[in-house]
């Protein structure tokens, strides 16, 4: 699976991970024979008919995915991107990984990968449909997270990325994990998440502060959290 070479670079066998997707500029060099092609994830295009917002939800959809690349055959290939730190997060089965498409550098192929909605990610509150669309759009807005984030699961491996590096916070004690939504990388295992005010919208809207809302974590599993707030 997936090595780390240093604080900012990954090297995976492409052969015994049974091919490799990665984000488009992620490749830095590689040996062997291996061949790169186009991969797109599942539920990323934006083809959602209905009304205005429905249209809305599918182009927030088609933005949560970066474009990524299927690297496949014999031979070593070496990732990193803008000098971000690494995280390599080992997937078990019947975990689930959930990380924003900006923040996922690379993983392995067999693993099923979604885009699903931030308002039903883990069981979090904000309800379905119409009603849930628009609590996720302000939501986004207001914290710098998108509406859609990337659900991996299976049996394999991720990469993330962070600006300044990472921490990794056990979830499962009495008390929630109460994380900065812009320093939120990803939640690992059996995590849901739950986005409150701490302020008045319209406090929260004047300020324009991440910390206006707040990221509640509970269940079990791992959230993963940068040194900064600074969206990549």
Not at 147 to 161: E, H, I, K, N, P
Not at 186 to 195: C, D, H, I, R, S
């Amino acid at each position: 699976m997936f090595e780390k070479v240093n604080g900012k670079v990954v090297k995976v066998d492409v052969g015994m991970a049974g091919g490799v997707v990665a984000r488009n500029g992620a490749m830095l060099f590689y040996t062997g024979d291996i061949s790169f092609a186009p991969h797109q994830i599942p539920g990323a295009a934006p083809g959602m008919g209905g009304g205005g917002i429905m249209r809305m939800a599918g182009r927030m959809m088609a933005g949560e995915h970066e474009r990524t690349m299927l690297a496949s055959g014999n031979g070593e290939v070496h990732y990193g991107f803008a000098g971000l730190e690494v995280q390599v997060v080992q997937m078990q089965p019947g975990a689930v990984l959930r990380v924003e498409a900006s923040r996922l550098l690379a993983n392995t192929a067999a693993l099923q990968s979604s885009i699903v909605s931030v308002m039903s990610s883990g069981g979090g509150g904000g309800g379905g449909g119409l009603i849930g669309a628009l609590r996720g759009a302000a939501s986004g807005a207001l914290t710098g997270q998108g509406m859609f984030t990337t659900q991996l699961s299976g049996q394999g491996a991720a990469v993330l990325l962070a600006h300044g590096g990472f921490l990794e916070l056990p979830v499962g004690g009495p008390n929630p994990i109460v994380v900065d939504p812009q320093a939120f990388v990803a939640a690992y295992g059996n995590v849901q998440t739950e986005l409150k005010t701490a302020l008045s919208w319209r406090d929260a809207v004047g300020r324009g502060s991440g910390e206006a809302m707040q990221l509640h974590c509970v269940g079990q599993g791992v959230v993963y959290v940068q040194a900064s707030e600074e969206k990549l």
